[in-house]
């Protein structure tokens, strides 16, 4: 890997010289300012050593690793080298350095030296970051950080799916980098080897640093140090750097290397005495395991940790002696299983058992009956222990070791060993030897062995113990050699010897302190152990020689690393990545308590290397997998893993940044953040977006050329009251546009107050002629009316202008219309204008000239009164609208109450006179007549349901009008012949104009669609409103009914479809595109597209903010003062008295939060389907951008793939499920995959799952449509909470139980069945019994079998929705009845709560696999506390819900308002009703049009029996197909079958003939059972046709031996090939293997 551009040339104006009068590295830059460095800056030149200084420059100018041990400093060579360069990676610029560190405590301990060091922004990784999911998070780390340091397996991650592009890393370091070794599989090998492939353009900066640039046993064979050390440089593409010895000796001291031998360790009767109790022990157990052959697995598995956990007591008995077993078996029985197979240090995870308890515990008590004196247990301290057998004599010498060194002053000391459990045994020891009290003992083992007690927080906490002195003594696993920062001892003891001279080197590092020492404890008896030091010493020497004087160019053989790219995104995996990408693969996969993903590998031998063949999950859409022959078994699975990954990636399982599918959600590039989801910024989160609505086009028609007649089309507003005991004066409502068919007869209801209303009507009434001044006229009335309810304030003063400013409101309007009194002509509906009320009113004298007004200063005539603004006519007084200043108050004049006066009684027991006088005021003509008036009315919204205000309320309905009686002359004046009926019906008219402009954009949205596709014509514009209209709008419908049915309908078409068109996705991917595809983000963003949100109507009508012609709206937005007026200051208030964000302005601005927008495209689908069917509603979907449709050819290729489970016929009754589900299935494949559980895999791969997916969403649609259509009168809400228990799981698996579904479940888990067994014995319970047992959980395949098999019935009969409805009320017959009706009781708490206006808070916690989950309710008069523990957390919320809903029950508290059970009571039931279906079911091929094709069995024993088993890979399965009665027929046939299997992986002619012997003896060691032994019994027949007869013996279980006797065969080979056959048959036949139908 070429290096030039980077390498810093002098003739570029850079040098790099060393100054020697500082001793410091000085890189400058040509233009760089000198008064540019800071005095505050780090500079880590000041501290550096020489040698630190030389080995920088060189590592600026090539790559380079570093050799020095630990404690010289190569951390601080790095900081220097990042100076140095820091002009590559400093901000702005967006390169960067990564510094990986091979462990989280080291990435930490790094991180923080850096930024001691230097000033750069440090940016620090370990672990998985829940904030760190895709190429949007870590650009954002890129943005901020300079520098990166991180664990090689983020790296690799990062750079694998192109988070981070390669091309932005400058300057990459490698902390301990002799682990990127040719031959390992390492992060740090594959990060370099995908570089070395890739050939980047601009390659970065390498860095290494190590101890020792050789791990594992390479150096002790001869000539493979050269190779180690070549090959590291290879893979690095850089050179090995070291310093000599000499320049070190001033700066780090090395240790007296010292051996203490003890021994000769001999076995006595005493110990084996033990050692034979213990094997006894260990044999009972094993003999107790259960033959079950179900459990087989199980049983292995068991077995192995049982010797696991015999071989490690042994092993602590034999290193440390009795109190080292004795606290051993203590340990492993008090921790849980997962740190118990941490503690054993096993690469599989082993499922606790009892068995292995009661092992651990029979061992216990053997070992502490031998440390028991007078059936007291000694004391670890006690003299008399410290001897053998309790103290080995290992232990006593080092323990003779410490108590030598115990006095001396500053003493620190780590003890190394090889085992955690040796490490935690011998810590406890020592803590408890009194007489080395001066030594304070902890123990140190890696955060990755999964111990509770250490975490990294642990860790960090003992190493800064140590430092501080609080601890000097430490027993220490590897984890103490490489790289933390240990405080320096002056002792380190080697309990265990090192089993590399890398381990020797890092160990004997720790030991740097003046006149240290570095201990052995070596065997006196045993002179393997001494020569192992010596090759130590050896192998460093040659290891020093070799980099300053190389022998060789010689490099260890290593194979190119494959590598799988993809182009479009950049991303790329390389073959060792692939293996974990695999298995994180199948971890992603749909799994439960009951099935745990996992692919299986299988290894076989072929003339040309080894093979793998990988088996994925049953519910993976990849059956199998088979690599090309390698040379190795590591080498073949990487191999595969990367076939796999390239085919995953090409069906789509695999994202083109070769993520699974499940890791993204939503895709980053399409995310969108929801005002509710709380992801987006928080004025969006208040107030949504700034949406303009859309006026109706059929409104916004002005007329023009008043020259000429102006002709409008009228239409008559028919005024119904209830109770018919008002008059309203008649009214048309003229506009230059025809109105819509749909709405030029519009009818609604408005509810006034006292509980009566009006019903509207409008009626076309033909055109209506006017000149110009009849315009005008019209135009000034509409205005006088507009600014009497809107601005009455305008009408206190003595004039009023009208008619001025006609030109500019005609310019601000932006509706154009006119509301005129009426005169109807009943023959032909027809109208004319009213214009003589019209002229009366426009005639009063407030609306002329002062001048024009006379009569004001003249005593009243005969017939006229004296009013406070002049004496005026009794005609003109009577029905029109006066103004009382006294009152500040406005009143239409009913009638002049002749026989009342001032002198007359008021309805406050004295005269009007005297009631005045109390006001201050004195009436000057008492003698007048009284006025009889009605008060000017406040405008109120008409649209609410105010039935919903009165209900409950005192309010009744008045009989009568309420009028007041009023003196003329206190009255002035206002409007002539403006009556009280003009006002009545005046005050609608707000009201009516809102709905009709909210119908027409409707209308018009209903229009547009239909343009866009003919079925759009078939929907109601009434539909299409209430799908429009929101519930905030306070009217008496709104979309929530509709939204209920269009999302239930969208997840079943989406589903539909992307199950037809996705085969190969599983149904967690199949659940997160539909997701992608329906939820908010999504819509909201189609709808927008489709500028959708224009005609949405999302705010309760303000008739205060009523605009018309004659009133436009004061408040005229342009862009550059959208902001301002809209502008969200919590309770800040405009001019108008309207908050900020209610301010209606000229555009029709209106904030609309994104959910909004997406509910209102699920009620459009629900509108579609109420009134035109699905083809309707799918057209609809299809022109907003969501594509749903399917053709038959889709169907038929899915039944085509159900004939593969074809083949599990004979382990189900088919006839006897049809007969439950009440169905016959044309493609009975269908019925058995619905049965077929995950855990499941012996029939070629796939499960119930997909088809569970879509029976779920039919179901869902199915059940919405059956509420919907049943209970027309229940609130969305309740049908949301009614729907939820439907579709509950729960309620499914009563469906399952009842129709005995679980006896025809495919599964492979016993404990699932265990489940079944409980759940369903507990429903079968008579309900007398049941309060006594406890309900066990439920297991959710129940409630899967039921949607799966619907699933099946929807797919079997093309979709014909009238089938599967007819089944789902025998289903659920029970289901719908509703008579178990309960809210989940974490909604009901919280409900109940929100009620009482209480707090209710739920506090979760965790221990190990644990949830705990409190539930506080805290109120007025209220505190309660309840707490459930649960293994899902969701399971203990809901427990801790239910207890605190029981104990407020119990204390008196219930919700008030009425249940949904209640509502369902009370409610008129309907009939149920399919809504929507019009679909033409799909013609399906029949069954016999399928080609039959073989069932794919997955099991390797199909390709070759000559086997090398992985440890991963059951091997029970091999031998689960195949072994009928005869076994050597099925071997021939797996022969056979071969070849087909290998043309398929291209790898033809490449397997080896299988043989029954290779198979029996991989089924004795996979048992741990001894192997077979085969011999001759019978020899018959003449020497030229002789035959031989040969026996297996197999000791199996139980001490028992099994003989298998063969057929005579001419070959020995043959005979004692047909003995193996006859054993594989018996371990069948007899439990030990599985056998097959």
């Given amino acids: 890997m070429a290096v030039t551009e980077l390498e810093v040339e002098s003739s570029q104006g850079v040098d790099c010289p060393i100054t020697e009068a500082h001793s410091v590295l000085s890189i400058v830059d040509e233009g760089q300012s000198s008064s540019s460095a800071q005095s505050t800056e780090k500079d880590p030149r000041k501290n550096a050593r020489q040698y630190q200084l030389d080995l920088c420059k060189i590592a600026v100018e090539e790559n380079i690793i570093v050799y020095l041990g630990t404690g010289c400093g190569k951390t601080h060579i790095a900081v220097l080298l990042i100076y140095a360069l820091g002009h590559l990676i400093r901000k702005p610029q967006k390169n960067i350095c990564v510094f990986l560190a091979p462990t989280v405590a080291l990435v930490q301990q790094q991180a923080k030296v850096i930024k001691e060091s230097i000033d750069f922004k440090v940016g620090t990784y370990g672990g998985r970051s829940k904030r760190l999911k895709g190429h949007l998070d870590w650009e954002k780390e890129i943005e ?48 370099m080897k995908a570089y070395n492939k890739l050939n980047i353009i601009k390659p970065p900066r390498i860095f290494g640093m190590t101890a020792s640039p050789i791990v594992g046993k390479g150096a002790s064979e001869e000539g493979s140090v050269s190779k180690c050390i070549n090959s590291l440089e290879k893979i690095l593409d850089a050179k090995v750097y070291s310093v000599e010895d000499t320049d070190l000796k001033c700066f780090v001291a090395s240790p007296e290397v010292k051996i203490y031998y003890y021994g000769p360790v001999t076995k006595n009767i005493s110990s084996s005495h033990i050692l034979k109790n213990l094997e006894e022990i260990k044999r009972q157990c094993i003999s107790m395991l259960s033959k079950n052959t179900e459990d087989h697995s199980r049983r292995r598995s068991i077995k192995k940790m049982l010797c696991r956990l015999h071989d490690n007591l042994i092993f602590c008995l034999e290193k440390i002696g009795l109190w080292g077993a004795l606290q051993a078996s203590r340990r492993f029985l008090s921790v849980d299983y997962g740190e118990r197979n941490e503690l054993l240090e096993a690469e599989e995870n082993f499922n606790g058992d009892l068995l292995c308890d009661n092992y651990l515990a029979k061992a216990a008590s053997f070992f502490s009956s031998h440390c028991m004196r007078d059936g007291v247990e000694m004391d670890i301290s006690s003299v008399d ?50 007489f080395l009290a001066s030594w304070k003992c902890g123990f140190l083992v890696g955060v990755h062995s999964g111990m509770k007690s250490m975490s990294r927080k642990n860790m960090k906490n003992i190493l800064e113990k140590f430092r501080s002195g609080q601890l000097n003594l430490l027993v220490a696993t590897k984890v103490g050699e490489e790289g933390l920062d240990i405080q320096t001892c002056c002792l380190v003891i080697r309990f265990d010897l090192p089993e590399t001279v890398a381990s020797f080197i890092q160990s004997r590092g720790r030991a740097r302190m003046p006149q240290s020492e570095y201990a052995f404890l070596v065997n006196s008896g045993n002179n393997k152990e001494l020569a192992l030091i010596e090759n130590f010493k050896t192998d460093e020497d040659r290891m020093n020689k070799e980099i300053f004087v190389r022998t060789s160019s010689e490099t260890f053989a290593d194979t190119e690393e494959k590598l799988y790219k993809v182009d479009s995104s950049g991303a790329s995996i390389t073959a060792g990545y692939s293996v974990s990408l695999i298995h994180h693969y199948c971890a992603m996969l749909p799994h439960d308590e009951y099935f745990d993903p996992k692919p299986e590998f299988y290894f076989f031998d072929d003339e040309d290397g080894t093979v793998c063949h990988i088996i994925f999950p049953s519910n993976s859409p990849l059956p199998q997998v088979i690599s090309t022959p390698e040379p190795s078994i590591e080498e073949a699975k990487r191999i595969a893993c990367l076939k796999a990954c390239e085919q995953l990636h090409k069906i789509g399982a695999l994202n083109d940044y070769l993520l ?12 969108l953040s929801t005002s509710d989801s709380g992801v987006c910024e928080g004025s969006i989160l208040l107030r949504g977006e700034l949406h303009e609505m859309l006026i109706p086009a059929a409104l916004r028609q002005p007329w023009t050329n008043l020259e000429n007649s102006v002709y409008l089309n009228s239409y008559f507003i028919r005024t119904i009251p209830c109770p018919e005991d008002r008059v309203y004066k008649k009214f048309g409502f003229l506009v230059k546009a025809p109105l819509p068919k749909e709405a030029e007869r519009m009818k609604l209801d408005l509810q006034l107050a006292h509980q009566r209303s009006v019903s509207i009507e409008l009626i076309p009434s033909g055109l209506v002629e006017f000149n110009k001044n009849e315009i005008l006229q019209a135009q000034n009335f509409q205005e006088m009316f507009l600014k009497i309810i809107l601005h009455r304030s305008e009408f206190v003063s003595e004039r009023v202008q009208l008619g001025d400013s006609n030109d500019s409101y005609k310019a601000c309007s932006s509706t154009f219309y006119l509301l005129l009194p009426v005169i109807l002509n009943d023959d032909n509906n027809k109208i004319t204008v009213d214009w003589k009320s019209i002229k009366r009113c426009l005639s009063s004298p407030i609306f002329r000239n002062p001048a024009e007004n ?31 200043p006294y009152k500040n108050a406005f009143f239409f004049v009913a009638d002049i109450i002749a026989e009342k006066n001032g002198y007359s009684t ?35 919204n008409l649209l609410h349901d105010r039935k919903k205000e009165h209900s409950g309320s005192a309010e009744t309905r008045e009989s009568e009008e309420h009028f007041f009686e009023v003196p003329p002359e206190l009255c002035e004046l206002k409007i002539i012949g403006f009556s009280k009926d003009f006002g009545s019906t005046i005050s609608l008219l707000p009201s009516i104009m809102h709905r009709l402009e909210n119908l027409l954009v409707a209308i018009e949205l209903k229009h547009a669609l239909s343009t866009s596709f003919p079925e759009g014509a078939e929907v109601t514009a009434d539909r299409v409103l209430e799908a429009l209209t929101t519930a905030k709008c306070m009217e008496r419908f709104s979309l929530e009914r509709l939204e209920v049915l269009g999302d239930a309908f969208l997840k079943y078409v989406v589903g539909r479809h992307l199950f037809l068109f996705h085969d190969a996705l599983d149904e967690g991917e199949l659940t997160r595109r539909r997701s992608n595809i329906v939820n908010n983000s999504n819509l909201f963003k189609m709808a927008t597209r489709n500028n959708l949100q224009v005609y949405i109507r999302d705010q309760s009508f303000d008739p205060s903010q009523f605009y018309a012609l004659g009133h436009p709206c004061p408040v005229i937005c342009s862009k550059g003062t959208e902001n301002y007026i809209h502008s969200q200051v919590g309770s800040s208030e405009k001019a108008n008295g309207a908050k900020a964000n209610d301010v209606r302005c000229s555009k029709c601005h209106h904030w609309l939060h994104r959910k909004t927008i997406s509910d209102v495209v699920e009620a459009l689908v629900g509108a579609f389907l109420v009134d035109s069917g699905f083809k309707a509603a799918i057209s609809f979907l299809r022109w907003i951008g969501i594509t749903v449709d399917f053709d038959s050819s889709h169907v038929n290729n899915i039944y085509v793939k159900s004939s593969e489970y074809l083949s599990l016929v004979a382990d189900v009754d088919i006839p006897s499920l049809e007969k439950l589900i009440g169905y016959l299935f044309q493609h009975k ?88 067994d409980k759940y369903v014995g507990f429903i079968e319970t008579p309900s007398s019994e049941d309060h006594m047992i406890k309900e066990p959980k439920c297991p959710k395949v129940l409630g899967d079998l039921v949607e799966s098999s619907v699933g099946a019935v929807l797919l079997d009969n093309g979709f014909n ?32 709560c929100q009620s009482k206006n209480w707090q209710v808070v739920f506090r979760r916690s965790q221990d190990g696999s644990t949830f705990s989950v409190e539930a506080k309710v805290d109120g007025e008069g209220i505190k309660l506390s309840t707490c459930a523990t649960n293994i899902s957390r969701k399971e203990a919320k809901k427990v801790a819900a239910q207890q605190a809903i029981a104990e407020l029950k119990h204390r008196g508290y219930m919700h008030k308002s009425k249940t949904v059970e209640e509502v369902i009571k009370s409610s008129c039931k309907m009939e149920a009703k399919l809504i929507g279906y019009n679909e033409a079911p799909i013609n399906s091929i029949p069954p016999d049009a399928i080609e039959s094709e073989p069932s794919k069995v997955l099991e390797p024993s199909r390709s070759n029996f000559k086997l090398k088993k992985h440890k991963e890979a059951p091997l029970i399965k091999l031998l689960s197909k195949g072994l009928h009665s005869s076994v050597a027929a099925a071997i021939e046939q797996d022969n056979e079958n071969a070849e087909d299997m290998s043309s398929d992986s291209q790898i033809a002619g490449q397997w080896c003939k299988k043989t029954a012997k290779s198979v029996l003896h991989e089924v004795c060691a996979d048992n741990s059972w001894k192997a077979p032994i085969y011999e001759c019994v019978k020899e018959e027949g003449p020497s030229h046709q002789k035959l031989f007869t040969f026996k297996v013996v197999l000791e199996i279980e139980d001490s028992k031996n099994l003989e298998c006797f063969g057929e005579p065969r001419g070959r020995k080979k043959d005979a004692a090939e047909h003995a193996a056959e006859g054993a594989l048959w018996y371990l069948q036949n007899t439990g030990f293997l599985p056998t097959r139908e």
């Fill in 1361 to 1392: 929705l009238e089938r599967v409805w007819e089944i789902l009320f025998s289903f659920l017959d029970p289901v719908m009845i509703f008579s178990s009706f309960q809210l989940h009781p974490v909604r009901e708490l919280q409900e109940l």
């Fill in 660 to 671: 699974p599918c499940q890791d993204i959600g939503i895709d980053e590039e399409s995310m």
């Fill in 906 to 940: 008021s309805t406050s027991g004295a005269s009007h006179v005297d009631h005045f006088k109390t006001l201050r005021i004195q009436l000057s003509r008492p003698e007048q007549p009284l006025l009889k008036a009605k008060q000017l009315f406040s405008l109120r």
């Fill in 144 to 191: 901020q950080y300079e520098i990166l340091v991180m664990i090689p397996e983020i790296l690799l991650r990062n750079l694998s799916h192109c988070f981070i592009r390669r091309e932005l890393i400058s300057l990459l370091i490698f902390d301990e980098c002799h682990h990127a070794q040719a031959r390992s599989n390492h992060p740090y090998t594959q990060i």
């Fill in 854 to 884: 006379a009569g004001s200063g003249y005593s009243p005539l005969i017939g006229e009164l004296q009013l406070a603004n002049g004496s005026r006519n009794e005609d003109e007084v009577v029905n029109s609208l006066v103004y009382a």
């Fill in 1229 to 1316: 494949g269908l019925l058995l995959q619905a049965f077929v559980h995950p855990s499941y895999n012996k029939h070629g791969g796939g499960c119930y799952q997909r088809l569970e997916y879509l029976g779920d969403a039919v179901l869902d649609y199915l059940i919405t449509s059956y509420l919907y259509s049943t209970y027309p009168k229940l609130k969305p809400g309740q049908l949301t909470d009614l729907r939820s228990v439907c579709v509950d799981n729960k309620s499914f698996a009563n469906v399952a139980v009842q129709r005995s579904f679980h006896k025809f479940l495919l599964c492979d888990s016993s404990n699932l069945l265990e489940a079944i």
């Fill in 385 to 434: 222990v410290l001897k053998e057998p309790f103290f080995s004599k290992k232990l006593l010498c080092l323990i003779r070791i410490l108590s030598n060194f115990r006095l001396q002053p500053n003493m620190k000391c780590i003890v190394f060993v090889n085992r955690i459990v040796v490490a935690q045994s011998l810590s406890y020891i020592l803590q408890n030897l009194k």
